[in-house]
């Protein structure tokens, strides 16, 4: 009679065994490295360092391996390992201005100081399978040319604010709230919500983006300017009293540029909307980019009638390790809870009945 | 020690004990401290990420992790039952990380996690029981809105779900909620109890056990402490009452418990048992001894 709950501990073990039977696979096949993972699939080690919040190549690598390439599974995985870490300082802010490019480019200006560069992208790629990979396929690689040098590459927006035709964004100074360590507490200051945001699901942030673009909280975007590049990141020990380099990390960094504000006081001027993903992650900047605008809504005093710019429905839902957890936890038992709804509605259609009766 | 109680596992020393930082665990028990000193109060936490899924039970683990000590015998329970996948899982990551002692029984327990069910046998000043809180905020279905609800707390302004029971009696003749039954605490604050379903509900009032509230994905910790007025909502015309069965559990016979349904064949042949399985299998061992004296 006890078969339904007895025995947990067994199945427990041998569900384990199944999945690690699952994740390897045909063992004729040889067994794939962390190392080919992490050289082969750098967009998904890059989501996973993002939604992570860590950035570890090796650690998405092993990850996205460990998780059979659900990449949920495997953001969870490097978020669960995250937090055992110690803090031991917080970084100097990243110098995106700085970044040794190996994409950039902008929507709203022709040219522009440094140029166009695209990069490894597939926007112009035709989605074509490429049967030869299915064989070895031959790997030609590019032709750098020696000489070629970078041109420096202002930020377009600088260029935009120079002239104050956008609004500037200037660092109040505060401290920056850490959303791992204390939770967020509504309103949100714009540091959280772009902290909620960069670890959010991806998906979640494309859907709301584009939302906005369908006139859900429409705010008029342009691709100011994508950058996906190195930057180096500094800490500044206290015994030590000035900045050391500690190494460098791939980022993408994207800016929009809004639709206008103003009013009779104050000129009218672009706003923008800002993301920035770990590695080469440019739909999840942009989508980032696009929600923390339409998040922005009440600065700008706009109305606020949409999903994509209600603070509390966005933040508290944006993360996909938090949403996985809550909707896979249906497969609990909920025998009790289930029991007292059959007792009520038992007990609900009993009355119904009598009252029908007579 | 007994059979019941599984001997002292080894200690997993890779992991701090009882798996969270030293410091994460100071952050819990001044946010405990905070719950237990305004009773039914939410107090947001830095909630950490566990190793298991939000909503399986972090909460309730990263309150166990932060009151454990290396004597504290630990029950973990879920629907009732210490045997259900997760309840096994939750006690095994306890017994690795912390090692120590865990327990069926549910008087040899210090402290017991659990999902869902109060355990039947009466509880006692040393224990404490550790809830796994999904919703913590008792209005969130009737004001999605934390910034509103956290208010209306404020504000001790709980109109909204007087009338959502109300429109409930109007709607179907009785309240229309059989777990979560929302509560008032010490005369002031209205709680969640978490889904316990409401037959749990009485147990709750005047404990002498500390009952403590975690909830891991939403980051709030809540508190009763023992010998707390809690009182469920309801209306002198519609008095609250709790569940109860025509019939008895199939295996021990109790008419007292909360049974769970089974069904056995094809046509709904039903049979009822216990939900909480120790009190079910201490019943059983009772009357296997009372029928051992009767017939000697």
Not at chain 1, 1 to 29: C, F, P, W
Not at chain 2, 91 to 107: L, Q, Y
Request: net charge negative; aromatic share 8%.
């Amino acid at each position: 009679m006890y078969v339904a709950v007895k025995g947990g501990e067994q199945a427990i073990d041998n569900a384990h065994s199944l999945l690690a039977q699952k994740r390897r696979g045909d063992t004729s096949i040889s067994e794939l490295t962390v190392e080919q993972i992490r050289q082969q699939l750098p967009l998904a080690v890059a989501r996973v360092m993002t939604e992570g919040s860590l950035y570890d190549e090796q650690l998405a690598a092993l990850a996205i391996k460990q998780a059979a390439g659900d990449m949920i599974e495997a953001i969870f995985l490097l978020r669960a390992y995250r937090t055992t870490l110690p803090r031991f300082s917080a970084s100097v802010p990243i110098d995106t201005s700085d970044m040794q490019l190996n994409r950039r480019l902008s929507a709203t200006f022709k040219d522009l100081p440094g140029g166009q560069l695209l990069g490894p992208t597939f926007d112009y790629t035709h989605r074509l399978l490429d049967f030869s990979l299915l064989a070895d396929g031959q790997y030609p690689g590019p032709q750098p040319q020696a000489e070629a040098t970078l041109e420096p590459c202002p930020r377009v927006l600088g260029l935009l604010a120079k002239e104050g035709l956008i609004k500037n964004e200037a660092d109040n100074a505060e401290a920056v709230p850490d959303i791992t360590r204390d939770p967020v507490e509504y309103p949100a200051s714009r540091a959280q919500r772009l902290q909620a945001l960069a670890r959010g699901d991806e998906g979640f942030l494309l859907a709301l983006s584009y939302s906005t673009q369908r006139g859900y909280g429409r705010n008029h975007p342009f691709a100011g300017e994508i950058r996906i590049g190195e930057v180096e990141v500094w800490i500044e020990p206290e015994e030590l009293g000035f900045p050391i380099a500690i190494g460098g990390i791939e980022v993408t960094e994207c800016e929009m540029i809004n639709q206008f504000v103003g009013s009779g006081s104050e000129p009218a001027q672009f706003t923008r909307g800002y993301g920035l993903a770990f590695g080469h992650a440019e739909r999840k900047a942009m989508a980032m980019a696009l929600v923390d605008r339409s998040l922005r809504a009440e600065e700008f005093n706009e109305d606020i009638q949409s999903p994509a710019q209600q603070e509390e429905f966005v933040l508290a839902h944006c993360d996909n390790v938090e949403a996985a957890g809550f909707v896979s936890h249906l497969k609990l038992p909920h025998y009790v809870d289930f029991q007292s709804e059959l007792e009520l509605i038992r007990k609900l259609r009993a009355s119904t009945h009598q009252e029908a009766k007579p | 020690m007994n059979a019941y109680q599984q001997a002292q596992p080894q200690r997993d020393e890779a992991y701090n004990f009882a798996y969270l930082d030293e410091q994460t665990k100071r952050m819990i028990r001044r946010g405990l401290l905070k719950a237990v000193a305004i009773p039914g109060y939410q107090v947001p936490f830095g909630g950490r990420e566990m190793p298991l899924p939000y909503g399986w039970g972090t909460g309730g683990m990263q309150v166990t992790a932060a009151i454990l000590g290396a004597e504290d015998v630990l029950k973990v329970i879920d629907q009732g039952a210490d045997d259900t996948t997760n309840a096994v899982s939750i006690r095994r990551f306890f017994a690795r990380t912390a090692g120590v002692a865990t327990t069926e029984r549910t008087p040899e327990a210090t402290v017991i996690q659990t999902r869902h069910r109060i355990p039947e046998t009466p509880l006692h000043a040393d224990q404490i029981l550790v809830y796994q809180v999904p919703i913590p905020e008792p209005l969130r279905f009737i004001e999605p809105s934390e910034t509103e609800t956290r208010t209306m707390h404020a504000l001790d302004d709980y109109g909204v779900m007087h009338v959502k029971l109300y429109e409930d009696i109007a709607t179907f003749g009785h309240i229309a909620t059989s777990y979560a039954y929302p509560v008032m605490v010490d005369e002031r604050y209205v709680m969640d109890p978490s889904p316990i379903p409401k037959f749990d509900n009485p147990k709750l009032d005047m404990s002498p056990a500390l009952m403590l509230f975690g909830a891991g994905r939403e980051k709030r910790l809540y508190a009763v402490p023992p010998f707390t007025r809690v009182v469920s909502l309801d209306f002198e015309d519609h008095p609250f009452q709790i569940q109860h069965w025509e019939q008895s559990c199939a295996i021990c016979g109790s008419e007292h418990s909360f049974l769970d349904e089974l069904i056995l064949d094809d046509s709904g042949t039903q049979s009822f048992v216990c939900s909480d399985t120790d009190y079910c299998a201490q019943r059983v061992l009772e009357q296997q001894g009372q029928q051992q004296e009767t017939g000697q």
